[in-house]
Structure formats: structure tokens, C-alpha cells
């Protein structure tokens, strides 16, 4: 299959850290990226090619990737990361799957 | 500053042709192995990808959905064009627009637009 697959909820307290998977067949050949979306917002890439973060994005982001598992890690959870994310990969050379999305909260 | 804008219809009726346009700026479609994808939210869920065209032609289409839809450019004017034939009130979403930088080519959109939300309904 080449479906992606994210928990649809993760609960984190300010100041955690928070973990959230991606997984899918054969996703270890691929790379992995992380969007960041708030409400009313568009997507905003966090990280890319599974480990690398864009320039502007806080430190506590990061990323990792092992067997058919990505995951995105935010470590000291700010209530401004309450967001949903949504992870990203190409399916083949040419084709592109999103993960169904994981709502993060911070409380 | 690079920018992407979708523009089109609001409203369509079912069973119409739905034409999206995105106008770039700050870069040029014509560099590189640089792409740009058209990508679609329904209201409350998540992502879905629909096509990309790269600055050398090259096309893909999602496999639901291949039938009904045609990318093009128009490096002169900057835009990326999407038709999608047939439209069905499940079709409703933002449909964005992304931007596939040559440095990251086939692994991430570095921009998106702000989206255009499409309603389906007669």
C-alpha cells in the first residue's frame, strides 16, 4: 500500500516533549518531510528530507527516521506548537502522499 | 520574495469544469528541476495531492483522480494552470498551491499560497 499513516491525536503539557509518527510500507526508501498547519492557515514545512529543518524554524523541532517509521519530535512544547501536522513523502519518482494528519494539543 | 496565488471560481456547479490558476513571483518557472504541485483540503481533513508540472514539462496526476484533471504553465505570464472536469460537491476544498524548490527537488514544498476555497453546489 502506499497509504501513510499518522495517530489523529496527540496531548502533550507545556514544556514536554511530543512524538508524533508517521508510518508506512517501504517508507524507510523515501524521504519524509513535516508540515506544520494552524487553523485558517496554510502549511508551513518544518522538516524535510527527514532530519533537515528550514531556516526559521525553532530548534525544538526535529525529526528521525528508522524502518518504515518517521518521526517528528518537538521537544519543550510551546502552546504556540498546538497545531495539526501532517507528514509528507513521494510515493514513487513522480507521485506524492500526505499523511491523514495528527491534531497536536498543548494543555 | 518568492510568492504563490491561486485564483478562480468561489462557487461552481456539479457537473462543471473548474479552471485554478497560480500566479508565481520571485522565481521563474523556467529554473532548474523546480516544480509546482496543486494540493486540496476539504473542510476538517486532511491533505491531498492532485498534480504537480516541473519547469521541464514533466507532469504527474493522482491516480483517483487522473482523469479529471490537466496541469499547464505559462512561463511568460508566470501562472500554473489546473483544470478539473466534472465537479461533484465532494469536490469542495482549498485548493492550494506549492512550490518544489530544485534544492529539494522531490522531497518538499518550500512555499505554499494562502488557498482558495471552492464550494461545490448547484
Known amino acids: 500500500s502506499d497509504e501513510v499513516t499518522q495517530p489523529p491525536s496527540v496531548s502533550v503539557s507545556p514544556g514536554q516533549t511530543a512524538s508524533i509518527t508517521c508510518s508506512g510500507d517501504?517508507?524507510?526508501?523515501?524521504?519524509v518531510c513535516w508540515y506544520q498547519q494552524k487553523p485558517g492557515q496554510s502549511p508551513v514545512l518544518v522538516i524535510y528530507?527527514?532530519?533537515r529543518r528550514p531556516s526559521g524554524i525553532p530548534e525544538r523541532f526535529s525529526g528521525s527516521s528508522s524502518g518504515n517509521t518517521a518521526t517528528l519530535t518537538i521537544s519543550g512544547t510551546q502552546t504556540m506548537d498546538e497545531a495539526d501536522y501532517y507528514c509528507?513523502?513521494?510515493?514513487?519518482?513522480?507521485?506524492?502522499?500526505f499523511g491523514g494528519g495528527t491534531k497536536l494539543t498543548v494543555l | 520574495q518568492v510568492t504563490l496565488k491561486e485564483s478562480g471560481p468561489v462557487l461552481v456547479k456539479p457537473t462543471e469544469t473548474l479552471t485554478l490558476t497560480c500566479t508565481v513571483s520571485g522565481f521563474s518557472l523556467t529554473n532548474g528541476r523546480l516544480g509546482v504541485s496543486w494540493i486540496r483540503q476539504p473542510p476538517g481533513k486532511a491533505l491531498e495531492w492532485l498534480a504537480h508540472?516541473?519547469?521541464?514539462?514533466?507532469?504527474s496526476y493522482s491516480t483517483s483522480l487522473k482523469s479529471r484533471l490537466t496541469v499547464s504553465k505559462d512561463t511568460s505570464k508566470s501562472q500554473v494552470v489546473l483544470n478539473m472536469t466534472n465537479m461533484d460537491p465532494v469536490d469542495t476544498a482549498t485548493y492550494y498551491c506549492a512550490r518544489i524548490p530544485a534544492a529539494l527537488a522531490g522531497t518538499a514544498y518550500d512555499y505554499w499560497g494562502q488557498g482558495t476555497l471552492v464550494t461545490v453546489s448547484s
Open positions: 517501504k517508507l524507510g526508501d523515501k524521504y
Open positions: 528530507q527527514d532530519t
Open positions: 508540472i516541473f519547469s521541464n514539462g514533466e507532469k
Open positions: 509528507q513523502a513521494w510515493k514513487s519518482s513522480s507521485d506524492v502522499v
